[in-house]
């Protein structure tokens, strides 16, 4: 047991076993997304707050067509007259096949998430997992936050914010599973029931002059006030 932490142990040279030492010890599951599961009706509830946006895949790709649909998206809300993007947008989040030369072609959704995954160096079959995550940050330059259903809406996965854009995922297990899925939040407020959200605090208020930090305004409740 000594040696197994020892290994884990970067701030000291040595473990002061001579003296009192207590150890804990935690089981994690580990995190992972497959396919769609109709019985869960957690992301159906959401949807209707027009806070979710629902990943249907009958494969192991859920975390990086989540990624791409995301990226997608605040790429359009950071430039919303953009035609392009729009029509990119649009094709991935409805996941439409593509037509050339008059034979239908992979979905543009699945074809964007394998090259994803091949330019961060994932094997094509592997199963999508918190810890690509930073390898997906890093080759796209976003942020990815995860919120997990199942621990009351809480992270499970925050960013060390180094980018400028950042987008929402949201992961969803059936009871028992060893399995969860993917999707992509666009409302963290509308996902916690509240009016606002400051990203900074990770909190969610009703009202925007309640709220007061560095990057809010109590005053004029706006974020990033630069007054």
């Known amino acids: ?39 869960l009706n957690v992301t159906d509830n959401l949807k209707r707050k027009g806070c979710i946006i629902s990943i249907f895949n009958e494969d192991h790709l859920c975390l990086p067509r989540a990624i791409v649909v995301a990226w997608a998206r605040e790429k359009l809300m950071q430039d919303p007259t953009n035609p392009e993007l729009k029509r990119h947008y649009e094709t991935l989040r409805k996941n439409r ?25 994932i094997p094509w079959d592997a199963t999508g997992d918190l810890s690509h995550i930073p390898l997906y940050e890093n080759y796209l330059q976003i942020n990815i936050n995860v919120i997990a259903a199942e621990i009351n809406n809480q992270k499970i996965y925050c960013s060390q914010r180094k980018y400028e854009m950042t987008v929402w995922l949201y992961y969803t297990r059936p009871h028992n599973a060893s399995w969860g899925h993917f999707s992509v939040i666009t409302k963290m407020n509308a996902l916690l029931g509240k009016s606002y959200y400051c990203e900074e605090c990770d909190k969610g208020f009703d009202h925007k002059r309640e709220h007061s930090c560095a990057s809010w305004c109590a005053i004029c409740g706006r974020p990033h006030c630069a007054k």
């Open 1 to 39: 047991i000594l040696e197994k932490v020892g290994n884990t142990v970067h701030s000291n040279n040595f473990i002061p076993a001579d003296e009192g030492l207590s150890i804990n010890f935690a089981v994690i599951k580990n995190i992972q997304g497959l396919q769609f599961n109709q019985t």
């Open 97 to 121: 096949k593509r037509k050339s030369q008059g034979q239908t072609r992979q979905c543009e959704q699945t074809r964007a998430a394998f090259h994803l995954m091949k330019e961060v160096g």
